[in-house]
C-alpha cells in the first residue's frame, strides 16, 4: 500500500519538552515537506528537503529541525525554543510535476 | 495583505445546489493552480490541478482560472453530503513552494 504514513496521529507533551513527529513516504518521490496548520491560516511551509541530507528553511523554521539521512524519512523535532507549537502537523512529497500529496497528519498538544 | 486571499466561510448549502468557491492572489507570477480537499482531522487530498487559464472539469468538480484578474475558482455540482470538507487553494511559479488560502468550509444539508 504507498502513501505517505505520520506517526503518532495525537501527541501530548509538557512545555519544554523537544518532540519528534515521524514522516515516511515509500512513493520513492524525492521531496518532502512540512507544514504547520492553524485555524484560519492556512497551511505554513516549516521545512524542506528536496534530495537526502539536504534541507532548507521555509517561511516558520525557527523552533523547529529535520534530518533527512533516508530517502523514506523526513522527522520533524520540534523544539522548546517553538513558542507556540500546539498545532496540526502536515508531512507532504512531490510527485509528477511538483503536486504535494499530503500524509494524515499529527496533531500536537503542548501543555 | 496575504498572498492569497480566500473567505473561510462557512457555507452551508442542501444538497443538489452548486458549491462555488473562489480565491484571489497578488502574485502574477503563479501559474499552476490546485485544488485540495480536507476532512475533518485528514490531511488535504489533491482535487484539481490546472496550469493555464480557462476551465478543467473533472466529473462533477470544475476549476477555473482567470490570471488576468487573478482569481481562481472552485464549482462543485449536484453537492452531496459527502462534499462536506474545507477546500484549501493552493498555487506556485515555477518552483516547489505552494501558497495556500485559508480554507472555505463546506456544509452540504442533506
Known amino acids: 500500500d504507498g502513501g505517505i504514513t505520520q506517526s503518532p496521529k495525537y501527541l501530548f507533551r509538557k512545555e519544554g519538552q523537544n518532540v519528534t513527529l515521524s514522516c515516511e513516504q515509500n512513493?520513492?518521490?524525492?521531496?518532502m515537506y512540512w507544514y504547520r496548520q492553524d485555524p484560519g491560516q492556512g497551511l505554513r511551509l516549516i521545512y524542506y528537503?528536496?534530495?537526502?541530507?539536504?534541507?532548507q528553511k521555509g517561511d516558520i523554521a525557527e523552533g523547529y529541525s529535520v534530518s533527512r539521512e533516508k530517502k523514506e524519512s523526513f522527522p520533524l523535532t520540534v523544539t522548546s525554543a517553538q513558542k507556540n507549537p500546539t498545532a496540526f502537523y502536515l508531512c507532504?512529497?512531490?510527485?509528477?510535476?511538483?503536486?504535494?500529496?499530503f500524509g494524515p497528519g499529527t496533531r500536537l498538544t503542548v501543555t | 495583505q496575504k498572498e492569497v486571499e480566500q473567505d473561510p466561510g462557512p457555507l452551508s448549502v442542501p444538497e443538489g445546489a452548486i458549491v462555488s468557491l473562489n480565491c484571489t492572489y497578488s502574485n502574477s507570477a503563479f501559474q499552476y493552480f490546485m485544488w485540495y480537499r480536507q476532512y475533518s482531522r485528514k490531511g488535504p487530498e489533491l482535487l484539481m490541478y490546472t496550469y493555464s487559464s480557462g476551465n478543467k472539469e473533472d466529473g462533477r468538480f470544475t476549476a477555473q482560472v482567470d490570471k488576468s484578474s487573478k482569481y481562481i475558482s472552485l464549482f462543485i455540482r449536484d453537492s452531496q453530503p459527502s462534499d462536506s470538507a474545507t477546500y484549501l487553494c493552493a498555487m506556485r511559479e515555477n518552483d516547489y513552494k505552494l501558497s495556500f488560502g485559508a480554507g472555505t468550509t463546506v456544509t452540504v444539508r442533506a
Open positions: 528537503s528536496q534530495i537526502v541530507n539536504d534541507f
Open positions: 512513493l520513492n518521490h524525492d521531496a
Open positions: 507532504a512529497t512531490t510527485g509528477g510535476l511538483y503536486e504535494q500529496y
